[in-house]
């Protein structure tokens, strides 16, 4: 039987955590003087963790390479068991949204609005992962054929090249969600599945120095971030991509590192906690920004103005509300599921029993 790559749930369960964070914490950058440490602060805390988008789709390589490095791989029954678990949820919740922002008064009802804005993942800021991680479902086949049969060093430096060059050259409107842009993280969880033991030996191996790359690059972001647009100083637009670029390799390779540590203690109850957390991500993922707009609101109607207060009590309410509901949805959604196989197996026995 295949070892299971525990980090991975764990890991999935940090960048989940961190998600949230990077768009509460978005409220007081947009929001406070540039001039002042609470923006300085907050603008580094923003960057530490906004590794979330390539670290999803490092997982997303890494599992689902994993998965399949050994069996027969068929496209369309993978696509139309990912599809169906991903698009169902997505449409769900974008109406969901699209609900709420016409109560607010922002949208109007209009046919058009709403199916161009599920095509293009666009009816919140943070669905357009979605769109990013299908265009991975599609082709992942053609991942699957190339690691089995070339070299794996040549595509990694090859994808590398694609994704630099994504980033530095094609400008069109809806760019952030070209899979181009983000094929060497796929691709390095490609390459990390058929490594897996090579590379937590070497991450073990260089954990003090990858720990000092984290808080440098991090530090390093946070300021860049800071003078571009805290300060409205001139920067050049490849420079910071690349800064990003870098810092999410950087820490990808610490939360791995971090998360194989916690995953060492299966008994433990951050080990527990953030597997539940990681089973619960993609409706953590889909629900937090209205849990967010909800909070602003009742905050606002409170007369709350301190900032820094409403940046608290806004990881109190959202994390207190998001978390422990998806995780309770997922675990009864499990529950119903096996319920019902069960039933259906029995069911079937019995038939053939006759």
Same mark, same amino acid.
């Given at each position: 039987?295949?070892?299971?790559?525990?980090?991975?749930?764990?890991?999935?369960?940090?960048?989940?955590?961190?998600?949230?964070?990077?768009?509460?914490?978005?409220?007081?950058?947009?929001?406070?003087?540039?001039?002042?440490?609470h923006m300085k602060i907050f603008s580094l805390l923003n960057r530490s963790v906004k590794f979330t988008t390539p670290t999803f789709i490092f997982l997303s390589g890494l599992t689902m390479f994993y998965s399949y490095k050994d069996k027969t791989?068929?496209?369309?029954? $993978?696509?139309?068991?990912?599809?169906s678990a991903t698009l169902i949820p997505y449409f769900l919740w974008s109406l969901i949204y699209y609900k709420y922002f016409i109560d607010q008064g922002y949208y109007?009802?209009?046919?058009? $609005?709403?199916?161009?804005?599920?095509?293009?993942?666009?009816?919140?800021?943070?669905?357009?992962?979605?769109?990013?991680?299908l265009q991975f479902y599609l082709l992942f086949g053609v991942f699957l054929y190339i690691f089995k049969r070339f070299n794996h060093n040549?595509?990694?430096?090859?994808?590398?090249?694609?994704?630099?060059?994504t980033?530095?050259?094609?400008r069109f409107p809806y760019a952030d969600r070209f899979f181009a842009r983000y094929a060497f993280y796929f691709g390095l969880g490609c390459y990390t599945a058929m490594y897996i033991d090579i590379i937590r030996e070497k991450l073990l191996k260089y954990?003090?120095?990858?720990?000092?790359?984290?808080?440098?690059?991090?530090?390093?972001?946070?300021y860049q971030f800071y003078q571009y647009y805290g300060l409205e100083r001139s920067i050049d637009n490849f420079t910071i991509e690349l800064t990003w670029f870098s810092f999410c390799l950087i820490a990808i390779m610490f939360y791995s590192l971090v998360a194989?540590?916690?995953?060492?203690?299966?008994?433990?109850?951050?080990?527990?906690?953030?597997?539940?957390?990681?089973?619960?991500?993609?409706?953590?993922?889909?629900?937090?920004?209205?849990?967010?707009?909800?909070?602003?609101? $009742?905050?606002?109607?409170?007369?709350?103005?301190?900032?820094?207060?409403?940046?608290?009590?806004?990881?109190?309410?959202?994390?207190?509300?998001?978390?422990p509901l998806a995780v309770l949805y997922s675990s009864l959604k499990y529950k119903l599921t096996q319920y019902f196989k069960s039933r259906k197996r029995k069911k079937v026995t019995l038939q053939r029993g006759l």
């Open positions: 039987m295949k070892k299971q790559i525990n980090e991975a749930n764990i890991l999935r369960g940090i960048a989940c955590l961190a998600v949230v964070l990077v768009h509460i914490s978005a409220i007081p950058v947009s929001t406070l003087q540039s001039d002042s440490i791989f068929h496209y369309f029954s $993978f696509l139309k068991k990912r599809f109007i009802f209009s046919w058009d $609005f709403l199916i161009e804005n599920l095509l293009l993942a666009d009816m919140s800021y943070h669905l357009y992962f979605i769109l990013t991680i040549y595509i990694l430096i090859f994808l590398l090249a694609i994704s630099i060059f980033v530095k050259y094609v954990k003090y120095l990858i720990t000092a790359g984290y808080i440098s690059i991090s530090c390093y972001y946070g194989y540590q916690i995953a060492t203690k299966e008994n433990s109850v951050l080990y527990g906690a953030l597997k539940k957390i990681s089973k619960a991500s993609y409706y953590i993922y889909l629900s937090h920004p209205l849990a967010i707009f909800v909070s602003e609101k $009742f905050l606002t109607n409170l007369g709350m103005l301190s900032i820094t207060r409403r940046f608290l009590l806004n990881i109190i309410i959202v994390y207190g509300m998001v978390v």
